[in-house]
């Protein structure tokens, strides 16, 4: 094969390739609705709808952790970020990966052997359950709302380069269309279906980015110091290798970085759409084997990201990117155009959508779990709803869910996406992880430490991030005009994730209550035995 | 789970404090914390270092070491090296240390080896 390289990119070539992008992703969509309706058919107890029946193998699992893990922030999002700010968009790559070291030693395993269908399981577990349980429910939707919005308007943004429409109905109609198949393939697939999705996506986007970075890595004769060389001599700056373009400027950015490191580290072992794929697997091993398949896996992933987006910035150049609708997320499209032309643009973006539509159907489904499971047959029926209302409940709760997703994505569009992910992953590190590292490992922990931790840790960071410049008082604000922004950090991490830490410990130590000790001996026991933990449904 | 309906399984009458009690248990405990603790304390630490040497000690970062490849991005890649490196570590570690011991208790809870009082029930086996 020859590399025929275009001398530059022509952004309005890119609209000719609409209808070929668009018959790619029908053809996904087509292949996966199949696929999901086939898995749908042993869907009876609520063990199936929200677990899989606990029937995936490890690497499977992995994978579709995988899947659910690499979403379009990090695809298109990572590869822009390196192809414009160089090292320090290649940082999000290690923040994110050295993160699941925390799932794989600290959660993972423990957190199979203790729960059933949700984070709230292990939480509640040895603790006063209705509390416990709201708190952890609360935080969950709150976690998946955020995350989920970040999602569909990213897909609303991304629409603009890959389909080429850049009004705001055509927009609109295309983040309707996603939810509307995201709410199918849930409503039909439950989990089991969810997963088979995820690791089709997984698949695909792993291998588009291995030939894209077999195809750059070529070019420059497998030599990196080349690649680097080339990256340096179009963008003209030396500086795209070393650190501190984007995060370097002031004390306050080199400060804010350190924020987002700490909230990326420990945000990931707590995010529920991750935890909740623990439940697929049979047992606790299986569920340390997906952790070591999705380290390898995304860890590969993200070293393919690291050649893309330099390649990105000495093949296409910043400019170009930063030009072209969509901005820094068209990096790896135009890198997609510029070595394989329309079709290899086709299936990337095709794989772009799919991820969308993916990570998308993973939240909801883990959004749907906790309420049906947490808030509605725990709290509001008492215990005395059986399986199959609650299952019942849940696919109501998808059909809400995708309709504020779908409404939520079309106010959001256009607006500054990455802080909804970056605070997802904060309110999640500071909610959630103080709790489950205590609750699993710190014997004298309480109700009144779980209370105050979780609800302390996700005011904090909402209400920081609310004072913050991303939402006033900056050129780039949500609301330009105000300026209320008296925190002067975007990311909120720093200060909320000790600080919920502390009020569990605070809680604990200052409660009067005792909790009961033979919960805690059976939570411990279970959590390293896997005595009693929840079997895979047979068929 | 915990106040929900018992999940109808052999762990139901187990006494877990029992169990907890054990020295088997306590080895296993023991052993599974001697690991983790240690080891996620050195990987954030190391983490952190060098999210600190990026972000304050970009001159001794931006240094080249070969052609155009630098120290910031070594180190950056060595991130990589060393999770992979832990995953691996621990995953044998498990196999060989944790698995044998957790089956073992696992065998005999699930074999009634206790019962309520905590006394020895000989004989059932699974």
């Known amino acids: ?539 | 789970m915990g106040n929900d309906a018992p999940t109808p399984d052999a762990a139901a009458s187990v006494d877990f404090k029992q169990v907890q009690s054990t020295k088997q248990f306590q080895e296993l405990r023991k052993r599974h914390r001697s690991f983790v603790f240690p080891m996620a304390v050195a990987f954030l630490l190391w983490y952190f270092a060098y999210v600190l040497l990026a972000d304050y000690a970009v001159g001794f970062m931006s240094t080249k070491v070969w052609g155009n490849i630098n120290i910031g991005l070594i180190l950056g890649l060595l991130q990589f090296v060393s999770t992979f490196a832990i995953t691996g570590w621990y995953v044998s570690y498990s196999n060989r240390r944790l698995d044998p011991i957790a089956a073992e208790i696992r065998h005999e809870i699930e074999g009634h080896e206790f019962d309520k009082e905590g006394n020895k029930i000989s004989g059932v086996t699974k």
Request: charged letters at 10%.
């Open chain 1, 1 to 539: 094969m020859t590399l025929m390289i275009p001398a530059a990119v022509d952004v309005a070539d890119l609209k000719e390739t609409t209808l070929l992008n668009m018959g790619i992703f029908g053809l996904f969509v087509a292949v996966t609705m199949i696929i999901v309706i086939k898995a749908s058919r042993n869907n009876k107890t609520a063990a199936d709808y929200y677990a899989a029946g606990r029937s995936f193998t490890g690497p499977q699992n992995g994978t579709a952790i995988a899947g659910d893990y690499l979403s379009a922030a990090s695809f298109l999002g990572i590869t822009g970020a390196i192809a414009i700010n160089g090292y320090d968009g290649f940082m999000y790559s290690i923040g994110f990966l050295v993160a699941w070291l925390v799932a794989l030693l600290l959660v993972a395993e423990l957190l199979r052997n203790t729960g059933k269908f949700t984070m709230a399981d292990v939480l509640s577990f040895r603790l006063k359950q209705r509390p416990v349980r709201i708190a952890a429910a609360i935080s969950t939707l709150a976690v998946c709302f955020f995350y989920l919005l970040a999602q569909m308007a990213g897909a609303g943004s991304l629409i603009s380069l890959l389909l080429g429409i850049s009004d705001w109905g055509g927009q609109a109609l295309v983040i309707i269309v996603v939810g509307a198949l995201m709410i199918m393939y849930v409503l039909i697939g439950g989990m089991k279906g969810t997963t088979w999705v995820q690791i089709i996506k997984a698949m695909l986007l792993i291998a588009g980015a291995a030939v894209m970075t077999f195809w750059v890595l070529a070019i420059y004769g497998f030599n990196l110091s080349d690649l680097l060389g080339g990256a340096v001599e179009t963008s003209g700056n030396p500086n795209v290798l070393n650190p501190g373009l984007q995060y370097g400027k002031t004390e306050t950015s080199k400060l804010d970085f350190m924020s987002l490191g700490l909230a990326l580290v420990l945000g990931t072992a707590a995010l529920p759409h991750v935890l909740m794929r623990f439940y697929t697997v049979p047992t606790a091993k299986e569920a340390r084997k997906s952790v070591v398949w999705s380290i390898w896996l995304i860890g590969l992933f993200y070293l393919f990201t690291l050649v893309l987006g330099y390649g990105a910035a000495a093949l296409v150049g910043a400019d170009t990117i930063k030009a072209a609708p969509g901005g820094v997320n068209s990096a790896a499209p135009l890198l997609a155009f510029h070595l394989g032309g329309p079709l290899l643009l086709g299936f990337i973006s095709a794989v772009a959508f799919a991820t969308i539509l993916a990570v998308v159907a993973g939240l909801t489904i883990t959004a749907a779990a906790s309420f049906a499971h947490d808030i509605y047959a725990s709290v509001i029926a008492k215990g005395k709803a059986d399986a199959d209302t609650e299952v019942k409940v849940a696919r109501r709760t998808v059909v809400v869910i995708g309709l504020l997703a779908i409404a939520g994505g079309i106010f959001a569009n256009g607006q500054n996406v990455a802080f909804l992910v970056a605070l997802a992953f904060a309110v999640a590190a500071s909610a959630n992880l103080p709790t489950i590292v205590y609750s699993l490992f710190w014997r004298k922990f309480t109700t009144q430490g779980a209370i105050w931790s979780m609800y302390g840790g996700l005011g904090s960071a909402i209400i920081l991030i609310a004072l913050s410049p991303v939402v006033s008082g900056a050129k780039t604000s949500m609301i330009p005009g105000a300026n209320f922004a008296i925190f002067p950090l975007s990311n909120p991490g720093i200060v909320s994730i000790p600080l919920a830490f502390f009020l569990g410990w605070l809680g604990s130590v200052l409660d009067k209550k005792l909790e009961d000790t033979t919960k805690q001996a059976e939570m411990e026991v279970r959590s390293l035995t896997g005595v009693g933990a929840e079997k895979a449904v047979d068929h």
